[in-house]
Each structure stands twice: as structure tokens, then as C-alpha cells.
Nanobody
Framework: QVQLVESGGRLVQAGGSLRLSCAAS????????MGWFRQAPGKEREFVAA????????YYGDSVKGRFAISRNIAKNTVYLQMNSLKPEDTAVYYC??????????????????WGQGTQVTVSS
């Protein structure tokens, strides 16, 4: 059974940086894609970034391009989301997600089969 545990969320000032981690366990992720989504109060869950576990290809939502970077450490079975130049509108619960079909649907919420519990990121102005 896949387990995803996010960490690293906290309160940060606008313009600051934060790195989120997602520790994955339960199976081999070599064929997977891994994604980060976020959900602000009253809004739908939004695609942030995705990465293919094997090749490391990266995909980003328009609102975070140039500011956020997704990466993975295969040895540690961990996916990271480096967030720079944070804005108050980045405030949300950030969720890690995994899907065994690693070659499509990167930005589609319903294509992911496993989800973490989320970590809160709050950006103050």
C-alpha cells in the first residue's frame, strides 16, 4: 500500500522560500509520476507541479512557473517542492500525489491514485 507523508509547511513571509517534502513508501515508484497539488479555502484543488520518477521530467502549473521547482531523491524515496518568491496567494494546503501511470495526465487531479494528508503553507503579506 502506497503511503505519502508531506512535511515542511509553515508560516512564511511574502518573498520568502520554503521546501516541502513528500516521503513515499509501500512499493517501487520507478514507473510512477509524482505530483503536488494545493487547495486554498473555498477553492478547488489546483495542480502545482509533477515529476516522472524514472526520468525526472518536470511539469508546472502556470501560476508557479519560474518560482517553484520539483525534484526527487530516488535513494530516499522522497519528492521535494522548492518554493521561492512566495506570495500570499500561494497560501493553501499542499498535497503530494502518486500515480503508477507515469507518462500522462500530469496536471489532472483524477489521474492520481494515492494522496497524502497535506501540509499547510501560509504566506503572510
Amino acid at each position: 500500500q502506497v503511503q505519502l507523508v508531506e512535511s515542511g509547511g509553515r508560516l512564511v513571509q511574502a518573498g520568502g522560500s520554503l521546501r516541502l517534502s513528500c516521503a513515499a513508501s509501500g512499493r517501487s515508484f520507478s514507473s510512477y509520476k509524482m505530483g503536488w497539488f494545493r487547495q486554498a479555502p473555498g477553492k478547488e484543488r489546483e495542480f502545482v507541479a509533477a515529476i516522472t520518477w524514472s526520468g525526472g521530467s518536470q511539469y508546472y502549473g502556470d501560476s508557479v512557473k519560474g518560482r517553484f521547482a520539483i525534484s526527487r531523491n530516488i535513494a530516499k524515496n522522497t519528492v521535494y517542492l522548492q518554493m521561492n518568491s512566495l506570495k500570499p496567494e500561494d497560501t493553501a494546503v499542499y498535497y503530494c500525489a502518486a500515480d503508477p501511470i507515469g507518462y500522462s495526465g500530469y496536471s489532472i487531479r483524477s489521474s492520481y491514485t494515492d494522496w497524502g494528508q497535506g501540509t499547510q503553507v501560509t504566506v503572510s503579506s
